[in-house]
């Protein structure tokens, strides 16, 4: 599979991904469901695309994930890179200028800018948005 073959990987870790997306699952679906129902603000659509936002900036924050680089050996989370070249690195500064800065992987600024971008979301764009979604 994704993640490698069974015997590889072991199977708890097999149950353990299958429980996990087993729960997300029933999670959206229990979501969807109420909004369905009339709970809420928005759509079964908002919510998936929602849904989709928050993995991304999790997965891209936290992923334990190496990727093999022209510098060598790097995680893909942003956080735990930014942690990893803090605590691998000897120069600091240029650990730092990694970590905030990295063109090819995601870096420390791509999930505070986005939730920066939400933060400043004002009402009035919070309900014209709802108002063209009720349209649809």
């Known amino acids: 599979g994704m993640y490698g ?9 097999c149950a353990l991904i299958v429980g ?11 979501l969807d469901e109420l909004l369905q129902k009339g709970w809420g603000l928005g759509s079964g659509s908002t919510l ?3 849904t989709n936002i928050c993995d991304t900036i999790i997965w891209k924050s936290f ?3 190496t990727i093999n ?20 690195r000897n120069d600091k500064v240029r650990a730092l200028r990694e970590a905030f800065y990295r063109p ?9 800018s986005y939730t920066h971008l939400r933060a400043h979301e004002t009402p ?6 709802l108002l063209l979604e009720k349209k649809k």
């Open 124 to 129: 009035e764009h919070l309900v014209c948005r």
């Open 5 to 13: 073959n069974v015997a590889d990987i072991g199977f708890f870790t």
């Open 63 to 65: 992923s334990p994930t």
């Open 104 to 112: 090819q992987l995601p870096n420390v600024v791509n999930p505070v």
């Open 69 to 88: 680089t022209g510098r060598g050996t790097e995680f893909e989370g942003a956080v735990i890179a930014f942690f990893h070249l803090l605590i691998s």
């Open 48 to 50: 998936f695309i929602a």
């Open 20 to 30: 996990q997306l087993m729960v997300a699952t029933t999670i959206c679906l229990l």
